[in-house]
């Protein structure tokens, strides 16, 4: 039951990470002012990086106020996911929720970094539960969305991770 529903999320990511790289050009990079701000001066980032704390402690999830906060935040998940254990499917579910939450909170180029994020996370999800590895198109979705958006970041001061 895992396993059918895992591979019916990594065939909707797909689709949507499609769609998304689609729109991805290495040519064309995310202008600054493609990132919705959703993050309010006063929230600061908890502990553990994942997303800012509104000032009253609760979590606001992982939410990127700009072109940089994006790219940093993505450079953060790109952390996570290579810290997982090759077999903890858990753990690459976990990195896959989080790049989808992300995702929500850009616009434009920006959305494929998440988008091929979350695609290459449940995709190794699904490959850890039997010791494999993540198909290299998945691999291949992270990398070009990285250089599709490796021109804004760099101009917003933050380099790309993969």
């Known amino acids: 039951m895992k396993t059918t529903s895992i591979a019916a999320a990594t065939a909707a990511t797909a689709l949507l990470a499609g769609g998304m790289m689609a729109g991805c050009s290495v040519s064309t990079p995310a ?13 600061t980032r908890d502990a553990a990086g994942s997303g800012p704390l509104a000032t009253d402690g609760t979590s606001q999830g992982a939410r990127a106020g700009g072109t940089r906060e994006a790219c940093e935040l993505f450079n953060r998940l790109v952390a996570d996911y290579s810290a997982v254990a090759p077999t903890d499917s858990k753990g690459y579910e976990d990195v896959y929720l989080k790049a989808q939450d992300a995702k929500d909170t850009v616009s434009g180029d920006l959305q494929g970094l998440f988008a091929s994020l979350s695609l290459l996370a449940i995709d190794h999800s ?37």
Not at 31 to 43: F, G, L, N, R, Y
Not at 135 to 160: H, I, K, M, W, Y
């Open 31 to 43: 202008p600054a002012e493609s990132v919705q701000s959703t993050a309010s001066p006063e929230q």
């Open 126 to 162: 699904s490959a850890a539960e039997a010791g494999a590895k993540p198909a290299p198109e998945s691999q291949d979705a992270v990398r070009d969305a990285v250089f599709a958006n490796s021109a804004a970041c760099t101009a917003a001061g933050v380099t790309l991770r993969l």
